[in-house]
């Protein structure tokens, strides 16, 4: 009989070696990611992608802009279906960052060629599937086929299109030192895993906690979202997102004994992201931090903190895994979900 979740704690703890691949992608393409941003500075560049691989393109964006000082944004893939024009203006150019796990999503695979049909700018793609029709109509395409995984949840595929987004993201500003420095995110990966497999499943067999909050700022905020996702598709558990500073402005109202507030911290705002912390520790939560160092789970990489991002994943999904297996459930076939959603794609986006 199949263990539970037998394939989602195999793609969480195997996920550095897929890391490796990502970043030898991105260093293959470096000639083509310079040829792309030969033009204009001032022209959007637009991340898209659907629940997971939505929240990775919130973060790479985050990331992306910080580096390049160019205008870019996320914004779901169905979304782009129902209201192009809240993202696009008329005829202007953009560049379309397109991610997705399978490359097959009907809402990203459709909003592509709405972008290319209308001939807005060029597309790249990151994906884990090269041969899927995703990578077909990309013009740059990372693919990362190490990436792919049994489970529904995005785990390794997951932290894997990230790491390559975001060497996309350091190549794109000419950063080749941060590429390289991201040589070493596999080896603290491992050493993260090893280290704190057991404060994982300590904090995820505590099943008296009912609620878990994750917080996190600038381009941490969307890998906050995606931690809370896999908190909701393998447990089953109420939790939400927030900004830092967000979560004082009413949803601390909610905080109390049975709830978790985990916090994806920072070096740079370090003492204000840890007082909120502290502030919803008084009030009676279990708080755990994340960051380089002293914190509840330190990584001590000697990283920029630009490009060590990748590094609050690994321990957040192993804590959901035992969540899950703690309450019953199987990791690997979340209620309700499939790997990808296709739809109709001639019916999306017609306005009814
Ligand atoms: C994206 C997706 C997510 C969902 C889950 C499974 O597929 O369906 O919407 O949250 O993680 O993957 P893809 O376009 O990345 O293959």
Redesign the pocket.
Known sequence: MNQPGRHTYHEIVSQPEAWQQALAAARAAQPEVAALWKGSRAVPVVFT??????YLSLAAAALFQMLTGRPARAIP?GELLLYPEVTYLEAAPAVLVA???????TE?VEAVARFKRADRGPVVAI??DGNAP?AGTGDLILAIPAGQEQS???TR??AS?YVAASAFAALSAGREELVHAMERLPAVGDRLLHKYAPLAQETGEMTALDRFYFLGSGPRYGLACEVN?KMK?MTLTHSEPFHFFEFRHGPMSMVGETSAVIGLCSMAHASLEQAVLDEMHALGACTLSLGEQGTGVAFASGLPEEVRNVLYLPVLQLMAYYRALAKGLDPDNPRH?????HLDARALGRRD
């Open positions: 992608g659907c629940g997971s691989t939505y893939a991610i997705s796990r399978s490359g097959t999503t990203t994906t884990n995703l529904v949840a995005q595929s997951f299109l996702l598709e979900l499939s790997a990808v959603v």
